[in-house]
């Protein structure tokens, strides 16, 4: 039985057979930028626009098992396509269109997984301004993981506020600005205090 990563691959092949853009996000994108965890599916996001999702969604019906008998209008509906695999792996692909979610996509990176393997990935600020803006008790997690593993001095907070702020904003919930600024603050503490451990 094909691994999370290879029926990635193939996904990923897939969409690029097609010339269409997408990363990968979700669970994937946070065994490259956080602390790894098991994750049984797959999530990204793919630019189809607003009015033109139809051929996206009726080419990867025939290709993928719909996860729902409803699954192509949920998925133009909620804009979220819900897919798996011949062997079972949850697929979870965003029909997306706002400026930020163009902005991840045109920024991500080829990252490896596996000998042989590249999967086009968020940034690590982008899946933070994701991760920020959901707001529920696993992504704060994730978050925090994100944060130590890669250092809060070795991020661009300036485009993570940049674009994290009206997203806040749209939401009417300050509190996901002042979660992340609370959870910056605590890590750098952590990072300050390791220093001066080291240092003696």
């Known amino acids: 039985m094909k691994d999370l990563v290879e029926e990635?691959?193939?996904?990923?092949?897939?969409?690029?057979?097609?010339?269409?853009?997408?990363?990968?996000?979700?669970?994937l994108a946070i065994q490259r930028w956080s602390e790894p965890r098991l994750?049984?599916?797959?999530?990204?996001?793919?630019?189809t626009g607003f009015g033109d999702e139809e051929p996206f969604v009726d080419f990867l019906l025939g290709h993928y098992t719909?996860?729902?008998?409803?699954?192509r209008d949920f998925a133009l509906f909620h804009r979220v396509l819900l897919l798996q695999t011949a062997s079972g792996i949850g697929i979870d692909i965003a029909l997306a269109g706002l400026p930020f979610e163009e902005l991840?996509?045109?920024?991500?990176?080829?990252?490896d997984y596996a000998p042989g393997i590249k999967l086009r990935t968020c940034t690590a600020e982008d899946l933070i301004v994701m991760k920020a803006f959901a707001d529920r008790p696993q992504d704060r997690l994730d978050l925090r993981g994100i944060l130590v593993r890669q250092g809060t001095g070795n991020?661009?907070?300036?485009?993570?506020?940049?674009?994290?702020?009206?997203l806040a904003e749209v939401k009417e919930s300050p509190a996901i600005l002042t979660h992340l600024k609370a959870l910056f603050a605590e890590v750098r503490a952590g990072e300050a205090n390791l220093s001066r451990a080291i240092r003696g």
């Open 8 to 27: 990635a691959a193939e996904l990923q092949a897939l969409l690029e057979s097609k010339g269409w853009d997408f990363c990968f996000i979700g669970g």
């Open 39 to 47: 994750t049984k599916d797959m999530d990204l996001t793919m630019i």
């Open 66 to 71: 719909p996860r729902r008998s409803d699954a």
């Open 104 to 111: 991840a996509v045109r920024r991500s990176i080829l990252v």
């Open 155 to 166: 991020l661009d907070w300036n485009h993570i506020w940049k674009y994290l702020t009206p």
